[in-house]
């Protein structure tokens, strides 16, 4: 069974892609952030971002024994934590980007962020902080810039470059 797993900055498109790439191909999609919060899998709260810190090794071992016996070609896993699952087991990372900052700035904005995430995001994006993260994990990368683009293209790319 292979795992492919979509990483990047809030907004950039991972879930929009990940689930019409996994509907496409008839692929098992399994959102990470669910997963954790689902068995639990936090070690703190970040009291300024409020919001809760996920434990990537307890997640990692979690994940993989809880996918071990799951009969399916092929699992797209989605989530900007996605790029620390270890490389020996994924077979490639979908780095999903937004070079054009006033779009991602957009996206965020609509899902009424405050002020301060959205500035928070818009500066992981600037510094590829998911990318260079998976890159220096070993992990093979595939970087999509979904900027002026649609779904629809953005899956044949992704496409032309996995299969
Ligand atoms: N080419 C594109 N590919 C993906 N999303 C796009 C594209 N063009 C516009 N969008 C829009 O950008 C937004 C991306 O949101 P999405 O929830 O997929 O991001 P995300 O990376 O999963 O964010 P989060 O990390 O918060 O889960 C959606 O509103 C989507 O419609
Ligand atoms: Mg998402």
Do not use: W
């Not at 907004?11 to 990470?32: D, P, V």
């Not at 300024?48 to 399916?72: H, M, N, Q, R, W």
């Not at 093979?140 to 470059?161: H, R, W």
């Amino acid at each position: 069974m292979e795992l492919i797993a979509f990483t990047g900055t809030p907004g950039t498109g991972k879930s929009t892609l990940a689930e019409e790439f996994s509907r496409k191909h008839n692929y098992l999609y399994i959102n990470l952030n669910k997963f954790a919060k689902e068995h639990n899998l936090f070690e703190s709260y970040d009291e300024e971002k409020k919001c809760y810190e996920v434990d990537t090794s307890l997640l990692t071992k979690e994940f993989l024994g809880g996918i071990k016996d799951i009969d399916a070609k092929a699992i797209v896993v989605d989530s900007h934590l996605s790029h620390h699952l270890p490389n020996s087991e994924v077979s490639k990372i979908v780095v999903c980007a937004c070079t054009d900052l006033l779009e991602l700035k957009k996206r965020l904005v609509a899902r009424n962020y405050s002020e301060s995430k959205v500035r928070e995001n818009l500066d992981a994006e600037i510094f590829k902080v998911c990318e260079t993260e998976a890159n220096d994990q070993g992990h093979e990368l595939f970087v999509v810039d979904t900027a002026g683009k649609s779904v629809k293209e953005c899956v044949e790319e992704i496409d032309s470059n996995l299969v």
